[in-house]
């Protein structure tokens, strides 16, 4: 079969298209015939790493979707033809999560990835994809989509009436916005490009604030929110956002932690969240519960995920490229 193995040095340049064997699934494993991944900002940091050593011959990715080619023996829940998506933490399939589910991340140093036309897993890895979604769609799920639940409503609690503050076009930024119009709440949108406000505004978005316009857009947060704050902040972007988030958030509020996307840097004044009543929640994905949670969710509300550009399987470097770009409004994939 053909897989994608990183070799060499950092960046895109280390992504090789080999042949390997393909691979058979042993007692409690699944084989998927995999038909579609996605590409997510930790996927950009992985490949940068490459030259550091430690991940030559790591297949990457960790969103991926496909049809069951294959079950090993005492596997019942499953059978060839199922169309299914992987988990992000292979070993996280319920309860609170653990240090130890670290390691279980698909696409890390430490183990292999989806960017490959045959995978093998744990048949508690897999999730079943909602009827409605093809498998371009339900490749985009497993990290971001299950991101922006197991934050924002799980455990942010994200209802009716509640103000969503979201930064960004991306994946957890767009899957943030329509979870939100879906439970009826006002969504709040920043972002760089008015094109991309537009696409937004089409989504359900309330308010839209073009950072570049308007840098203090903290400032603009609490006048749209007639001093009051947003309830849910969805914090995409580190130490460049985190302080004005801080600012923007309301009384007994909730900043979804989930991203570090301008960098590492100095820390943030904390000081206003103690005197708000307000809570960080911080977010690494979710479990296989949250997963199947989260797909009844789209199922109920015929929500699709917004995808935008396809690659195919020969172009995986183009998608690194095209994700690196920022240009993007929604997801990128590979389909195999």
Same mark, same amino acid.
């Given at each position: 079969?053909?897989?994608?193995?990183?070799?060499?040095? =950092?960046?895109?340049?280390?992504?090789?298209?080999? $042949?390997?064997?393909?691979?058979?699934?042993?007692?409690? !494993?699944?084989?998927?015939?995999?038909?579609?991944?996605?590409?997510?900002?930790?996927?950009?940091?992985?490949?940068?790493?490459? %030259?550091?050593?430690?991940?030559?011959?790591?297949?990457?990715?960790?969103?991926?979707?496909?049809?069951? /080619?294959?079950?090993?023996?005492?596997? &019942?829940? *499953?059978?060839?033809?199922?169309?299914?998506? #992987?988990?992000?933490?292979?070993? *996280?399939?319920?309860?609170?999560?653990? @240090?130890?589910?670290? @390691?279980? =991340?698909?696409?890390?140093?430490?183990? $292999?990835?989806?960017? =490959? !036309?045959?995978?093998?897993?744990? #048949?508690?890895?897999?999730?079943?994809?909602?009827?409605?979604?093809?498998?371009?769609?339900?490749a985009t799920l497993p990290?971001? #989509?299950? &991101?922006? *639940?197991?934050?924002?409503?799980?455990?942010?609690?994200?209802?009716?009436?509640?103000?969503?503050?979201?930064?960004?076009?991306?994946?957890?930024?767009?899957?943030?916005?329509?979870? =939100?119009?879906?439970?009826?709440?006002?969504?709040?949108?920043?972002?760089?490009?008015?094109?991309?406000? /537009?696409?937004?505004?089409?989504?359900?978005?309330?308010?839209?604030?073009?950072?570049?316009?308007?840098?203090? *857009?903290?400032? +603009?947060?609490?006048?749209?929110?007639?001093? !009051?704050?947003?309830?849910?902040?969805?914090?995409? %972007?580190?130490?460049?956002?985190?302080?004005?988030?801080?600012?923007?958030?309301?009384?007994?509020?909730?900043?979804?932690?989930?991203?570090?996307?301008?960098?590492?840097?100095?820390?943030? $004044?904390?000081?206003?969240?103690q005197w708000e009543n307000? $809570?960080?929640?911080?977010?690494?994905? %979710?479990?296989?519960?949250?997963?199947?949670?989260?797909?009844?969710?789209? +199922?109920?509300?015929?929500?699709?995920?917004?995808?935008? &550009?396809?690659?195919?399987? /020969?172009? +995986?470097? !183009?998608?690194?490229?095209?994700?690196?770009?920022?240009?993007?409004?929604?997801?990128?994939?590979?389909?195999?």
């Amino acid at each position: 079969m053909k897989a994608y193995h990183l070799q060499g040095n =950092a960046g895109v340049g280390s992504l090789v298209r080999v $042949d390997v064997v393909k691979p058979e699934p042993a007692n409690g !494993e699944v084989r998927i015939r995999v038909e579609a991944a996605s590409l997510n900002y930790r996927d950009l940091l992985i490949l940068d790493a490459a %030259g550091q050593g430690g991940l030559d011959g790591r297949v990457p990715l960790c969103d991926g979707a496909g049809v069951v /080619d294959a079950v090993g023996p005492d596997v &019942t829940q *499953w059978q060839v033809g199922d169309c299914v998506a #992987a988990g992000y933490f292979r070993d *996280w399939v319920s309860g609170p999560f653990k @240090p130890g589910y670290i @390691p279980s =991340a698909l696409g890390s140093r430490t183990l $292999d990835g989806v960017l =490959a !036309e045959y995978v093998v897993l744990p #048949a508690t890895a897999l999730v079943a994809v909602p009827k409605h979604l093809t498998s371009v769609e339900a490749a985009t799920l497993p990290c971001a #989509a299950v &991101t922006a *639940w197991h934050g924002l409503v799980t455990r942010g609690g994200l209802r009716k009436g509640n103000t969503l503050l979201v930064q960004g076009t991306g994946g957890v930024a767009l899957f943030g916005l329509q979870f =939100a119009v879906a439970l009826g709440a006002r969504v709040i949108v920043i972002s760089s490009a008015n094109a991309k406000l /537009d696409r937004a505004k089409a989504l359900g978005a309330s308010v839209l604030i073009n950072y570049r316009d308007t840098p203090d *857009w903290d400032v +603009a947060v609490m006048k749209a929110t007639h001093g !009051e704050g947003a309830s849910h902040v969805l914090e995409l %972007g580190g130490p460049g956002t985190y302080d004005r988030s801080i600012r923007s958030v309301a009384s007994g509020g909730k900043i979804v932690q989930i991203g570090v996307l301008t960098g590492f840097g100095p820390k943030p $004044d904390l000081a206003r969240l103690q005197w708000e009543n307000a $809570d960080i929640i911080g977010v690494t994905v %979710g479990s296989i519960e949250h997963f199947t949670a989260l797909n009844r969710f789209l +199922a109920e509300h015929a929500i699709h995920p917004i995808v935008d &550009t396809i690659f195919g399987f /020969d172009e +995986a470097r !183009e998608a690194f490229a095209h994700l690196r770009s920022g240009s993007h409004f929604g997801k990128v994939v590979v389909r195999l």
